[in-house]
């Protein structure tokens, strides 16, 4: 569904849901920024300067204010669950990596450990190099 927004075809198995991700958040951005460039362009009207016309304050309104406050969390609060699944879908189901290798951060170097033929960590035949991944 995101070909025709220009992106490119999903090349993972993961691909659909990161792209339903993107995409519901993509539509519930624009939803916002359009119903807020209206209000704001109607408020800019209604409100404008006029001759004759004496300022006047208003009140902000406390339970408009809760009521948008609420459903912003409860927006992200669901995005952020949907994202966590997504993820950790992802890194549980995901294909398992070829190299392993473990780094350690120096003050001045990295030092990378790559197991030997074995396939251990810890034992003589591993291979360490610095600052050469």
Same mark, same amino acid.
């Given at each position: 569904?995101?070909?025709? +927004?220009?992106?490119?075809?999903?090349?993972?198995? /993961?691909?659909?849901?990161?792209? /339903?991700?993107?995409?519901?958040?993509?539509?519930?951005? +624009?939803? *916002?920024? !359009?119903? *807020?460039?209206?209000?704001? !362009?109607? /408020?800019?009207? %209604?409100?404008? $300067?006029?001759?004759?016309?004496?300022?006047? =304050?208003?009140?902000?309104?406390? %339970?408009?204010?809760?009521?948008?406050?609420?459903?912003?969390?409860?927006?992200?609060?669901?995005? $952020?669950?949907?994202? %966590?699944?997504?993820?950790?879908?992802?890194?549980?189901?995901?294909?398992?990596?070829? !190299?392993?290798?473990? *780094?350690?951060?120096?003050?001045?170097?990295?030092?990378?450990? =790559?197991?030997?033929?074995?396939?251990? /960590?810890?034992?003589?035949?591993?291979?360490? !190099?610095?600052?050469?991944?």
């Amino acid at each position: 569904m995101l070909e025709h +927004l220009y992106f490119p075809h999903d090349i993972s198995t /993961f691909g659909p849901q990161i792209d /339903f991700l993107f995409e519901l958040i993509f539509w519930i951005v +624009l939803v *916002v920024w !359009v119903l *807020v460039m209206v209000t704001m !362009v109607t /408020f800019m009207i %209604r409100y404008r $300067a006029r001759p004759g016309r004496k300022a006047e =304050y208003i009140e902000g309104n406390s %339970r408009l204010e809760i009521i948008w406050t609420t459903a912003t969390t409860v927006i992200l609060i669901t995005l $952020a669950i949907m994202s %966590r699944s997504t993820w950790a879908d992802i890194k549980e189901h995901g294909p398992p990596g070829d !190299v392993f290798y473990q *780094v350690t951060g120096k003050q001045f170097n990295w030092e990378i450990t =790559y197991p030997g033929p074995d396939g251990k /960590f810890g034992t003589k035949d591993d291979l360490m !190099v610095e600052n050469e991944l």
